[in-house]
């Protein structure tokens, strides 16, 4: 079964400061990974994802995540952070293995609020 | 919120009622999504369609119905079966090719308070 966990609830982070918003997946197989965000009674926007190669994927907005495959992670980052970052942003994992459906699985969500 | 509309963007029902909620893309997406999202609960799978006239039931599906008549239109209608169905409704589609392209995308949502 694939899971999602994002480990903190909230993050706080001052302006202009780097920010990382934490994600560990589970998946039996090799995983697509993704970010979402979203703002306050608003749907969720795509931010990234990860397919293969690099390990490091840049997004929307300055955003980048990291895939770590010893560690199972893929943690959002930013190196400077602005009051405009401050949503709910979601990690989600699909296994490449299965077909389309079901397969999508999110996490719980992440509520990062940046400090002017 | 791309190419996928969602209405109304509030919706007030009373009890005993069904009311049915509206999502259309222009995506030429073949398959479609609606989650519910409760206050910090993150995302639950309502139902979701591969292709038209066929749709599956998701985690949660009790309580709702959905009709895939049209690649582009995926109504979710809350009935009266569904005891707390005051949430934030959110529809998303996207390709099936079973690949990297198979990213979904979401509509602006739609929230329902039952009164």
Known sequence: AQSVAQPEDQVNVAEGNPLTVKCTYSVSGNPYLFWYVQYPNRGLQFLLKYITGDNLVKGSYGFEAEFNKSQ??????????????SALYFCAVRDRRMAYGQNFVFGPGTRLSVLP | DGGITQSPKYLFRKEGQNVTLSCEQNLNHDAMYWYRQDPGQGLRLIYYSQIVNDFQKGDIAEGYSVSREKKESFPLTVTSAQKNPTAFYLCASSTVAGGPTDTQYFGPGTRLTVL
Not at chain 1, 72 to 85: C, E, I, Q, R, Y
């Open chain 1, 72 to 85: 199972t992670s893929f943690h959002l980052k930013k190196p400077s952070a602005l009051v405009s970052d």
